[in-house]
């Protein structure tokens, strides 16, 4: 007999009687089942508004007609009906009962999936592969273990409940034929599988869907996600959807005596520990390539339950329990991304203030799912976002009725923080004939990487070679002292013709109309409430505000301030640029302030050199910062130093006391005649001068 001929049930569970079979399965107990959550007024407020057919999903909120056909798409976003077959509301309608026991909770739930069974084959979205029947089916499951805990026998109904069970089971091996061949949607499937399998050991296929689940998913997920933890669509909001199936697959796993691979429990410490470093101190995420807002910290309590890992419990708890990580910054090799920050915070407070910065050094992810975001960033400080990626917005890539392709735009160059070229994305994207439909170029490619994790400072320097046009764009990333950020763009321009280079910061939406820019010949200051932003450039610059978009969650945008920064030469250009938090009473370092940027040297010398000046614990500095132009190596003698390499940055007190220097790719430094480095191999490294004398590398 094939998997397709065998019966749903097993002989014993056939052979029970209707109202013996309902009984049978609200009551019996089978095995260990995941935690169920506790209700809450959210699900109440959805179940309330799903008893009059008001359904809200993906930012749209459309009343449906009773009774209504399930075949019909209220929105033109396909995206809407995909959400609406995914069954996510059934929970909160059952939810809603265990919170105040009103039966029209319980009536409206059989009633929408009596009219879905009655309606609906499987397979019918098949726009979105069967992803669909695994959300689905989670969803089913839950709720099936959320009725066992409820009084429902007089309206869940004998008939209702075979045919209710029978369909898990049928849509169950109907993913089972139809899996994704990889990526996010396969991971779905193939925990709906395993879940099914684990849950009902009456259906026939019990084992079979307990083999197919775990061995493909440990497949899988192996393949799902680098060796260094990140998800290989590299964004971080599937890497938390990816992550939820991840640990809820291992807990159910090890909670029923099911073996795991070892390599697999490895791969799921890495995983949390990239959700742990990518986590904004509030608890949000930056929205990295197609990314919604979403509160996940629960996955590193449970990840942290299951592993005994405590710095998991620090980030869940944002610094209430748990202990701190030793490592404040990070590099994550595979995926092409580094996280900075100025610690972990000693406590709840602490930890909510400090800062943090992501930037993204990666090629394009696996699949559809990546921006054109090359050299993008994010930094949060004085416990809020101070630089953004406005998000995803949405799926739906037909234009609207004026003609914008939403979907395009939020996966632009010009949506994110970094320099955009002839007004040309990284990375082409192409429309297909049929409307929505899109295919991607070349991607722009990631070369000469080179980047220092030091004791006070981290930087990244890389260059960005796209075939969608011929100049070469090249930023030297740095957070320095772990205080603010300085950002060399050049960009390398040697085909004689003329090119227009526009350097974009994206600034949350609450900072919509407290922006305050100006233009002093190079060089540009926006002010806002918690930011300070300086830019110097070439004399061709302008700088003005544009009116973004920003979007946390699915079809809801918000204008959002831009800053830009425009220049058009035929020669090589840069763009220099400080990013500070204004100093507040609550910030860590509420002293902090930097004050001004600005060029010292000659527009005909070989290096940069940059000044910035500002007052920290009552003593002022100055931040110098030398790098050559061209990017290759150069030499440098002034102001006590003498240096060879390609840059440097080093900080002076009022009286010129060199107390801090970092290096890329150094062959000789000088401080007030004292021989730090002569080497003819480069070197990058790090000093920190004591108030008197030399200090430790």
């Known amino acids: ?59 749209e909120t459309h009343r449906l007609p009773d009774p209504f056909s399930w075949r019909i798409n209220p929105s033109r976003d396909k995206e809407w009906q995909v959400s609406h077959h995914k069954f996510s509301y059934a929970v909160s309608l059952l939810q809603a009962y265990r919170y105040e026991p009103d039966e029209r909770y319980l009536y409206k739930w059989v009633s929408l999936i009596d009219t879905w069974l009655n309606e609906m084959p499987s397979g019918f979205i098949t726009a979105s592969d069967a992803q669909v029947e695994a959300r689905r089916i989670e969803r089913w499951v839950y709720s099936f273990l959320l009725l066992k805990e409820i009084p ?40 709906s599988i395993f879940l099914v399998g684990v849950a009902f050991p009456e259906f026939c296929l019990h084992s079979y869907f307990v083999r197919v689940g775990k061995d493909k998913l440990t497949e899988n997920l192996l393949s799902e996600f680098y060796t260094d933890g990140v998800h290989v669509e590299l964004s971080t909001h599937y890497h938390q959807l990816s992550l939820k199936s991840f640990l809820a697959f291992v807990d159910l796993a090890q909670a029923n005596h099911i073996p795991l691979a070892p390599k697999l429990l490895e791969r799921l410490t890495n995983a949390l520990d990239f959700y742990l470093y990518m986590q904004w101190p509030n608890g949000e995420i930056p929205l990295i390539n197609d990314a919604d807002d979403g509160d996940f910290r629960y996955l590193l309590k449970q990840g942290s339950a299951r592993l005994n890992n405590p710095h998991w419990l620090w980030g869940a708890t944002l610094g209430k329990t748990g202990n701190p990580p030793h490592q404040p910054s990070k590099q994550f090799e595979d ?144 957070y320095m002292q772990r205080q603010y950020l300085f950002i060399l763009d050049r960009i390398h321009i040697d085909d004689g013709m003329s090119h227009s280079c526009i350097l974009r910061f994206h600034l949350p939406p609450a900072m919509q109309g407290q922006v305050s820019l100006q233009t002093q010949g190079q060089r540009v200051s926006a002010i806002a409430p918690d930011l300070t932003l300086l830019s110097y450039c070439g004399p061709s610059t302008s700088g003005y505000l544009e009116s973004g978009w920003a979007s946390q969650k699915y079809g809801i945008k918000y204008q959002a301030p831009v800053v830009a920064l425009s220049q058009t030469d035929d020669q090589s250009l840069f763009f220099c640029t400080v990013v500070a938090p204004r100093p507040t009473t609550a910030s860590p370092n509420p002293s902090l302030e930097i004050q001004s940027l600005r060029l010292l040297n000659a527009p005909t010398d070989p290096m940069l050199l940059f000044q910035v000046n500002g007052q920290t614990q009552g003593q002022t500095f100055r931040d110098r910062f ?54 003819q191999i480069p070197q990058s490294i790090e000093e920190r001068q004591k108030a008197e004398g030399r200090g430790q590398k």
């Not at 506790?38 to 993906?58: G, H, Y």
């Not at 008939?159 to 049928?170: E, G, K």
């Not at 991607?443 to 011929?470: I, P, R």
């Not at 050559?628 to 940055?649: W, Y």
Request: include cysteine; charged fraction near 20%.
């Open 152 to 191: 429902c026998q007089g309206i869940v109904t004998p008939d209702f409940w075979y045919r209710f069970l029978s369909r898990i089971a049928t849509e169950t091996l109907y993913i089972c034929e139809n899996l994704s061949q990889s990526l996010n949607h396969r991971t779905l499937q193939l925990s």
């Open 626 to 679: 030398c790098f050559s132009r061209n990017g290759q190596s150069a030499s440098f003698q002034r102001h006590d130093l003498t240096f060879e390499g390609q840059g440097i940055a080093f900080r002076q007190t009022a009286t010129g006391q060199i107390t801090y220097l970092i290096s890329q790719k150094a062959k000789h430094i000088t401080i007030n005649n004292q021989l730090l480095l002569n080497s």
């Open 1 to 59: 007999m094939t998997v397709e001929q065998q019966p749903i049930f097993t002989d014993v569970i056939r052979q029970l009687q209707p109202d013996t079979f309902l009984d049978y399965f609200l009551n019996r107990q089978s095995g260990v089942m995941p935690q169920l959550p506790r209700p809450s007024l959210e699900d109440v407020a959805i179940a309330q508004r799903v008893l009059n057919n008001e359904f809200t999903i993906c930012g």
């Open 335 to 478: 995926a092409g991304y580094f996280v900075f920050s100025d610690g972990w915070g000693v406590d709840a407070d602490s930890t909510q203030q400090r800062q943090h910065v992501f930037y993204d050094c990666a090629q394009l992810g696996a699949g559809k799912h990546g921006h054109f975001d090359l050299f993008n960033f994010c930094y949060f400080a004085n416990g809020k976002p101070l630089v953004i990626d406005p998000g995803r917005y949405t799926y739906d890539a037909v234009p609207d009725s004026d003609g914008i392709n939403w979907r395009k735009t939020f996966k632009s160059t010009a949506y994110h923080n970094t320099v955009e070229i002839d007004g040309k994305d990284q990375t082409r994207y192409i429309p297909k004939s049929k409307p929505g439909k899109f295919k991607l170029g070349p991607a722009v490619q990631v070369s000469n990487l080179d980047f220092q994790l030091g004791q006070h400072s981290d930087w990244v320097c890389a260059k960005a070679q796209s075939v969608e046009y011929t100049p070469v764009h090249q930023r030297f990333f740095l």
